[in-house]
């Protein structure tokens, strides 16, 4: 019987996080050949991931140069990925997310009238231009796919609503949970020298990350006054700051936080390194979307540098709290949690809403129903 030729396609380092899984998961199938292809949108933070997870792909454009703009990296991908599929001619392109590799390669499967799977479907912030371009990417690629893999009741609730078809939306949870289970143990020793340094059973350490491009300018700086206002209101906390590698953060990380010494300013992190860290931090300040769905699996408290969220189940469910850029409102929302017990117990015990570590599974089974495997 001759295998279904499944590829997946990704660039950045979230991607390849929530795509390692499923892509160890068709490799174990007997019924699938998988077929891996890369863009390197983020080559070295992509790489990190690939040698952590073991996976070799079969094809890497290599697309990334320094200073790259979101044209040149959608017309980079759009061709080169055109001509990986004339070559393979798979069966099905299992894409994630919302990133521009995520679009063009969506496009270019289209072009080639290439049956196309959206795994992280759904997702919406309802404001095209935040996250930009995430959320006009993610919205085309729904009108492109025909399989919609959504981590949420909710994110396929907001699929029916843009006509999408309901036998071809599958709820499987998030990737993610699957690969954190992966890498997270309770014996975990970090590598990172700073990061042994800490006592985290006794010292109250907050998680901070922010890249972002809308926030970038005014509104990180106002994130990095509050930094600077919560360590003089709190002589006992520390920040983890993995400063990420676009130049514009790091010069204002710089600037606004360089002589706060309980600011740790760290190279980014490789992804078990960053996720045994989330579970040993006491809370969580990130505009990521990723981490809004990690920590809650591990009862940690987050709060949202942004004024909107795509993932909204978390902020129902309680362990997120969207306090957008604004230097006084995030003072005060760290100030309730580190004051407030049974606030902080509230929020860290809220139940995760993003699934039990099976949406592997339960993407591949649809794959092979729709293709009578």
Known sequence: MNKLKVMTVFGTRPEAIKMAPLVKGIERDKDLESIVCVTAQHREMLDQVLDLFYITPDYDLNIMKSGQTIGEITSRVLLGFDEVLKEVKPDIVLVHGDTTTTFSASLSAFYNQVKVGHVEAGL??????????????????????DLHFSPTIGNKENLLKEGMLEDTI???????????????????????KKLQEIDFARENVILLTTHRRENLGRPMEDIFDAVNIITNKYPDIQFVFPVHLNPKVRQLADSKLGKNEAVHMIEPLEYAEFANLIGRVQIIMTDSGGVQEEAPAFGKPVLVLRTETERPEAVDAGTVEIVGVDTNRIVEAVSRLMDDKNHYDKMANAVNPYGDGKAVIRTIEAIKEYFGK
């Open 124 to 145: 919406r912030s309802g404001n095209k231009y935040s996250p930009y371009p995430e959320e006009m990417n993610r919205s085309l690629v729904g009108k492109i796919a």
């Open 170 to 192: 599958f709820i499987t949870g998030n990737t993610v949970i699957d690969a954190l289970f992966e890498v997270v143990r309770e014996d975990y020793e970090f590598e990172t």
